[in-house]
């Protein structure tokens, strides 16, 4: 990636790197010198911004799994572990992984606060 950008020749998939270390790919280029449309990669500052158009999301928990998880963990407070480790090794078992690069996926976006779901997917 070059570190000046002639607007008027940046096409449509080039990747660039944005301030504060955030990574985009371009969309289109109405080519006015002005203005760029693109989709965040990475957005270390701001998370929320990854993933807001374009690409397919990634697939967050079936109920039933999240159930089995929430099971998962309830044993492994029983067994004195604490909840997260039953839960969390669950879904990890079924191939899903935490991701922090991603916004929060909560049903109501963690108004009410975040669940233990809350950015698992796969
Ligand atoms: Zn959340």
Redesign the pocket.
Known sequence: MADIVNLFEVEPGQKLRLYSEATAEVVSNPRDGVWLFVRYLTSPEDPDQVNISGGAPPAVPEADDILAALRAGYRSIDEGYGFYPGFDGWLASLGYQRREDIP???PD??YRG??PE??WVR
Request: a positive charge.
């Open positions: 929060c996926t909560c976006r963690g975040h669940l809350c950015r």
